[in-house]
């Protein structure tokens, strides 16, 4: 089966730069990492081993655990880092056993739940100052309980509109997401149906069009309601959330306007159903989905060329600023001073450069330099929302729903893509799921 994006993202960033990660031999970030490990150690007494738990495995944990080892130079500390698919379930049972890793880096709904039960380290105790200088507020926010900072973000994925330079027609950017419908409409009337959308994931199909419907809330109903939606207390059922159901429906989901039609679109594998932004001829212009997009196409997709992106445009200039993403979160499950270093390293502006300079996903801390990433496309995006002041990342159903609710969540888009009179029916299925 194929995983949700957070394991899916990653690999194919890596594919899209078409970079192999720069290793400390070659890394003018490298020493800046070491020297930032050393000051950190500075006068505290450090074990000699961390364990950290993790959901990259294979080439992706290996990029995480070529950054730690920046921090064992530094310190003498052996980062021992295990990456798992099984995350989730493998920290939780060694919680409830007395016995958990040092750091765990986890969904970041399975995060807040263990802040909640008062397992979690408070970042804000003693690297507060170094959290909000490092870190934009509103994404701060969602990693903090009653005041209490419980995570960092290391890498994350934004969303956005992908497009081909050499094909597309349509306004660039749009003022609006009613300029982006109205051009769409448009081209519909012509017979050209302009949004690529795959569905197909196995047990996750749905998911695609479960992140298109939170970025049109969000653009459309704003930062706090979004949020109360990832909280649970706003209904599924709510005039809202059909409301954003029912433009996806409209704007991308329609027949005329899907390349292939919704039942195509469900029916598409993910990992291919991309492909028609770069073809030839193209099969459609337009995809509203995150940062792995020309990952998935692979060869035929040329960053600066015939792939690019533009931001998602707001219903409401209100909320156009404000973004979801994609991302895990690491969290202090022992408190002691080495896992204290390790955590202050590892949201630190040296730390975090280092990893960026790997090319292998865009990374939270807001003063990285758009100069670390030598990928084209990661360098735009880093400019786009990392780098630009005014972006503000809000957590939603993306990154906070229990796993029933997703699952439930990616039913009724496919669902509703097959039959739309369903729909009211299909959000009180999710509602259900709530606790």
């Known amino acids: 089966m194929i995983k949700p994006t957070r394991y899916l993202a990653t690999t194919s960033l890596l594919v899209l730069t078409g970079i192999a990660p720069a290793f400390a031999q070659d890394n003018p970030y490298y020493d800046a990492a070491v020297a930032e490990a050393k000051k950190i150690a500075a006068g505290k007494d450090l074990a000699g081993s961390l364990e950290m738990i993790g959901q990259a ?17 530094g310190t003498g500390v052996d980062v021992r880092y295990t990456g798992s698919p099984d995350t989730a379930t493998v920290v939780q049972s060694r919680v409830q056993a007395g016995n958990p890793p040092d750091v765990a880096d986890i969904a ?6 263990y802040a909640k039960e008062g397992v979690t ?26 005041g209490k900072t419980f ?45 690529c959308a795959a569905q197909g994931a196995g047990g996750s199909s749905g998911f695609p069009g479960a992140q298109m419907v939170d970025n049109i809330f969000l653009k459309t109903y704003g930062p706090e309601l979004y949020a109360q939606w990832g909280k ?18 409209r704007t991308i989901g329609a027949a005329d306007h899907l390349s292939g039609g919704p039942i195509g679109a469900i029916s598409t594998p993910i990992s291919v159903g ?9 099969t459609c212009q337009l995809a509203l989905w995150a940062a792995w997009v020309p990952g998935l196409i692979g060869e035929t997709a040329k960053p600066g060329e015939n792939i690019d992106f533009f931001r998602v445009p707001a219903a409401d ?22 896992t204290r270093a390790f955590l202050e390293f590892m949201a630190s502006d040296a730390a975090q450069s280092y990893l960026a300079s790997q090319n292998r996903w865009p990374v939270a801390n807001k003063n990285v330099p758009v100069d670390a990433y030598s990928s084209v496309t990661l360098h735009e995006v880093a400019q786009k929302f990392f780098a630009n002041p005014d972006v503000e990342f809000v957590a939603g159903p ?27 029916s299909l959000l009180q299925s999710v509602q259900a799921t709530v606790e």
Do not use: C, R
């Open 121 to 146: 380290l408070d970042l804000s105790s003693f690297m507060g100052d170094e959290l909000l200088a490092n870190y934009n507020s509103m994404l701060l926010d969602t990693a903090t309980y009653e």
């Open 57 to 73: 495995s294979g080439a992706e944990g290996q990029t995480l655990q070529t950054v730690y080892d920046a921090f064992k130079a």
């Open 398 to 424: 993306n990154t906070l729903n229990a796993p029933a609710t997703s699952s439930a969540y990616y039913k009724a888009v496919v669902g509703y893509m097959q039959n739309p009179k369903k729909l009211d």
């Open 151 to 195: 995570g960092i973000f290391q890498h994350m994925n934004t969303f956005m509109v992908w497009y081909n330079p050499e094909t597309y027609t349509g306004p660039n950017p749009p003022e609006s997401w009613q300029a982006l419908s109205d051009w769409a409409d448009g081209e519909a009337a012509k017979g050209n149906p302009v949004w």
């Open 232 to 249: 649970g207390e706003l209904a599924w059922t709510s005039p809202e959330v059909k409301g954003a159901f029912e433009e996806f429906g």
């Open 274 to 282: 991309y492909n028609g932004l770069t073809s030839t001829p193209p």
């Open 317 to 338: 200039p209100a909320f156009a600023n404000y973004e979801l993403y994609q991302a895990s979160i690491s969290v202090g499950l022992t408190d002691t001073p080495t």
């Open 108 to 113: 970041l709904g399975a995060a807040l739940n």
